[in-house]
C-alpha cells in the first residue's frame, strides 16, 4: 500500500466531512478545484509539461469548493487541506505560495486533529511561513462560517479525527 493514496483517501474524506459539515449548516455547496472540475486537464498539462505556465499554476491550485451563503449574499473559495499537527502551536509548511498569488480572498480550512480541531482562514491573511500557529494565525471554523453550531462541530469531529488518524502531511 502507498502512503500516497493513503493520504489522497483521508483527504478526500477530509474534503466530503468539510462539504457535509457545511451544508448540513444550511450553506450550498459545490466542487470547484482542479481535481473536480478540470480531470481531463491534469494529464494533458503534465503530458505537454504546461504545469509551470501562469495559467496552470492557477489551475492547479483552484480552491477545492465553492460555498454560498444565502443569508449574507457571499461566494466564498474554500481549500481544504489537512495536518497531523499534534500541537496547534506548530503546524508545518502549509506550501501557500500559489493559493496567495492567485487566490488571496479565497480561504483556507484547515484539519488537524487538536485543539479545535477546525480552522479557517483567508490566504491574504495567512501569509507563507514555515510554520503556523493555528489559535494565533487562523480563525476557529465556526467563527468564519457562523451558520456552523458547536452541536454540528462535536457531531463531525469523531469523523474528522478517525479520518486524520496516524495521517502524514496532505495537501
Avoid at 136 to 141: A, G, I, V
Amino acid at each position: 500500500m502507498s502512503i500516497f493514496y493513503d493520504n489522497v483517501v483521508r483527504g478526500g474524506a477530509i474534503k466530503e466531512l468539510v462539504k457535509g459539515l457545511l451544508e448540513e449548516s444550511g450553506y450550498m455547496v459545490a466542487p470547484y478545484g482542479y481535481e473536480s472540475t478540470f480531470p481531463q486537464l491534469r494529464k494533458l498539462i503534465a503530458e505537454k509539461g504546461m504545469e509551470y505556465s501562469s495559467t496552470a499554476r492557477m489551475l492547479k491550485s483552484s480552491p477545492d469548493i465553492l460555498v454560498y451563503d444565502d443569508i449574507r449574499r457571499d461566494v466564498m473559495l474554500v481549500e481544504v487541506k489537512m495536518r497531523s499537527a499534534k500541537d496547534p502551536s506548530h503546524v508545518g509548511y502549509l506550501d501557500l505560495e500559489r493559493y496567495v498569488e492567485f487566490w488571496g480572498d479565497s480561504l483556507l480550512a484547515l484539519a488537524v486533529p487538536c485543539g479545535n480541531i477546525l480552522y479557517a482562514q483567508r490566504f491574504s491573511d495567512l501569509g507563507v511561513k514555515r510554520s503556523y500557529d493555528v489559535d494565533r494565525d487562523f480563525e476557529r471554523f465556526r467563527d468564519v462560517f457562523p451558520r456552523v453550531t458547536e452541536e454540528t462541530i462535536e457531531h463531525f469531529k469523531p469523523i474528522a479525527l478517525k479520518a486524520m488518524e496516524s495521517s502524514t502531511k496532505l495537501s
